[in-house]
């Protein structure tokens, strides 16, 4: 579980650095180093034979290198995209859904043809796949080493205030929306760490455990698809509400885990989890770019992600802990399934705060020249009212 997490904490965490980068270097740059120490940390993880150094290679390595590949692919959508964001987020992230479907049937095959080593050196390809992808990436908005010191002149480096731009968080609605998803996230990933091994211990070897995994993929990529659309027509930070949905469905699957007596329910649980677990991810960047504007969107996302690892590091290990002690994982789903109900609660209040402070963006400038306006009526009047009856002299003659 520890090695799971921290992969998984240590894409996250790295996220507010991966933002800094991708602002002074810009996407392309910084999706290409990162997918080079991801393939460089999981091909040495393929010639490690203990579990220690896993620790480091796949742990650490692998997962940096993963962190500065990922963020650059949800930034660069912004630079192309406005009107149909939620959707384009959708079809992008839907390629994870996809994988997720079909790479638990390749890795067993794999595995049992050719050992865990040359598995991780296989899956090399798809790492050396996305280190050509990153190429490919444009951006149209510059960033902050093109505006400091031009294309052609040296680099120049940038104020620290433009490099951590903690200003964003004078933003309140991020603020909930930054704090509010990491409080949720502590029974979130709960599931997908201990799902297979709860199976075991309940329904043994007699059911096929990759169906729950399959189910997950598909209804994922589906929900992606589906909610990246509907956001699309919702307006401003009332696509929040969507989130709140997702977190509360997740919440209430979570908690009916234990429920499930027969594999059949479970399935269905996994469809409904993957679901929402979709529109959760793909209206991520959508909803920053709401909140704080694209120009400081890179950053938002990586203060973002940087908070939501730490419950995703903790959350697993704890609930294996629970494991441990009790013998069975029931207090464990029951447990996970609270933090996505509070923090879907703490969302809901976002919209309302956002709406207050566009009105006293837009009332700022409206007090300022208030007393501009009144003046160039006053003198429109003045005018008005001598040109009268130079116009009624003039008729009259």
Avoid at 254 to 277: K, R, T, W
Avoid at 306 to 333: C, E, H, K, N, W
């Amino acid at each position: 579980a520890w090695v799971t997490s921290l992969s998984m904490g240590m894409v996250f965490f790295c996220s507010p650095i991966v933002s800094i980068f991708t602002d002074l270097f810009g996407c392309r740059k910084v999706a290409v180093i990162g997918a080079a120490v991801g393939l460089v940390g999981l091909l040495s993880s393929s010639f490690v034979s203990t579990i220690e150094p896993l620790y480091f290679t796949y742990g650490i390595l692998f997962a940096c290198g993963c962190s500065f590949a990922y963020q650059p692919s949800l930034v660069i959508l912004g630079h192309y995209f406005k009107k149909r964001l939620g959707l384009v987020n959708g079809i992008v992230t839907a390629g994870s859904s996809l994988f997720t479907v079909s790479l638990p049937f390749l890795l067993r095959v794999l595995l049992d043809a050719i050992n865990l080593f040359n598995t991780l050196r296989v899956m090399c390809i798809l790492m050396f796949i996305l280190f050509l992808a990153g190429f490919t990436y444009r951006p149209l908005v510059p960033n902050t080493k093109d505006k400091e010191g031009g294309k052609k002149g040296k680099f120049k480096f940038p104020p620290e205030k433009k490099i951590f731009n903690f200003s964003i968080f004078k933003v309140l609605s991020y603020r909930i929306w930054a704090f509010g998803i990491p409080a949720a996230l502590f029974g979130y990933f709960v599931p997908y760490v201990h799902l297979m091994n709860h199976v075991k211990d309940r329904f043994g070897d007699s059911v096929p455990e990759e169906v729950l995994l399959l189910c997950l993929g598909i209804t994922s990529g589906v929900g992606r698809l589906i909610f990246g659309r509907v956001a699309d027509y919702i307006p401003g930070a009332k696509k929040i509400y969507l989130q709140v949905a997702s977190f509360f469905f997740i919440g209430l699957m979570s908690m009916m885990i234990p429920l499930c007596h027969v594999f059949g329910a479970l399935i269905a649980v996994c469809l409904f989890m993957g679901l929402f677990d979709g529109c959760f991810i793909c209206i991520m960047a959508p909803i920053a770019f709401e909140l704080v504007g694209a120009q400081d969107v890179s950053q938002a996302i990586g203060f973002l992600l940087g908070l939501m690892s730490v419950p995703m590091t903790v959350g697993p290990p704890i609930a294996g802990l629970l494991r441990d002690q009790l013998g069975t994982y029931d207090v464990a789903f029951y447990l996970a399934g609270v933090p996505p109900l509070i923090g879907g609660a703490i969302l809901c209040f976002i919209p309302w705060v956002h709406e207050r402070q566009k009105l006293k963006e837009r009332a700022k400038p409206v007090d300022g020249e208030t007393t501009e306006k009144m003046l160039e009526n006053e003198s429109t009047l003045v005018s008005d009212t001598t040109e009268k009856p130079v116009r009624d002299m003039e008729s009259g003659i």
